[in-house]
């Protein structure tokens, strides 16, 4: 009736529908977004980049609030990307290959119609500009997608490194907030996974203040082997929307797209049938105390 459905799997893929879905709009070809009894969404195209050799970009400040310079920064991202990349599929790994364009000096999220775009990894020491109501956002991945397609243009990270300090150690008794934890998890929606039932998964919901999601449990592997299915041919280049640009693609007064909240929400500015889709990653609870 809306689409094809999703397969059987535990792990969900981040779909295009409309959350304002109406029975008027079914004239329309709209899809609504319809939770199945895994809490995926059961109908739509699946988001997916047009190409297995994705790029991606640090904002060059990086965090002083959390003591992570840019060098850090990309080293940790860098290894995230490994994580899924190198991921085993049975044997082999997936079909997917991810390049470094470099550092960039925007500081915004959007996505440029006639200009240079890069998908940016940044961080909010000074404010987090989003409102949630479901606990306290550590990061949000924004993706700006074609709604009938399903295909992904670009992709923005933002970490919340001002209502949370991000660590980086590896001793436990140490750490508030793993970065490399949360940088694995929001990779796993830039990649085109939505969030997961499955609570030990990488791709929960719900971030629990340790190193644990720093790794790939069976969910997050059979979702990334299933976008990204091995033994398929790599790109040979990994090309960004209307060309790679390390500044801002507008003025500073201008903030372009608007940043959505979920499916279906259009994009100021955006060409019809484009829409950015934001996840979020919620700290539910604190670690446990360390130990003197």
């Known amino acids: 009736m809306f689409g094809q459905s999703r397969s ?11 959350d304002d879905w109406t029975v008027s709009d079914a004239t329309y070809f709209k899809i609504p977004c319809v939770k ?30 959390s003591a992570i310079d840019l060098e850090l920064a990309e080293a940790v991202i860098e290894a995230a990307f490994e994580t899924w990349a ?3 599929c049975g044997g082999e790994t ?3 290959s991810v390049q470094n364009r470099g550092n960039v000096e925007c500081r915004r999220v959007e996505y440029n119609q006639d200009e240079g775009n890069a998908n940016i990894f940044l961080f909010r020491d000074d404010a987090w500009p989003h409102k949630s109501n479901i606990g306290h956002q550590l990061a949000l991945t924004t993706t700006t997608y074609n709604v009938e397609t399903g295909e992904i243009l670009d992709s923005d990270v933002e970490f919340n490194t001002h209502g949370a300090t991000f660590t980086t150690t590896d001793d436990e008794d140490f750490v508030q907030v793993d970065f490399a934890s949360v940088a694995t998890h929001e990779i796993g929606h830039f990649l085109g996974l939505s969030h997961t039932n499955q609570y030990m998964a990488t791709m929960t919901a719900y971030m629990h203040g340790t190193t644990w999601m720093r790794t790939l449990e069976p969910d997050d592997v059979a979702g990334v082997c299933a976008i990204y299915p ?5 790109s040979s280049s990994c090309p960004v929307r209307h060309g790679f640009s390390e500044k801002c693609g507008r003025p500073a007064e201008d903030e372009g797209c608007a940043i959505g909240t979920g499916r279906g929400r259009s994009a100021t500015g955006a060409a019809p049938g484009l829409v950015l889709f934001a996840l979020s990653l919620v700290l539910r609870r604190v670690r446990r105390a360390r130990r003197r």
């Not at 059987?8 to 409309?18: E, G, L, Q």
């Open 86 to 88: 190198l991921a085993d």
């Open 94 to 96: 997936p079909s997917l």
């Open 8 to 18: 059987a799997d535990a792990f969900c893929r981040s779909r295009s529908c409309d």
């Open 230 to 234: 091995p033994g398929e041919p790599l």
């Open 36 to 65: 199945d009894d895994q809490d995926c969404q059961a109908f739509g195209p699946p988001l997916h980049w047009p190409t297995n050799c994705l790029s991606f970009s640090v904002q060059s400040d990086g965090s002083t609030n």
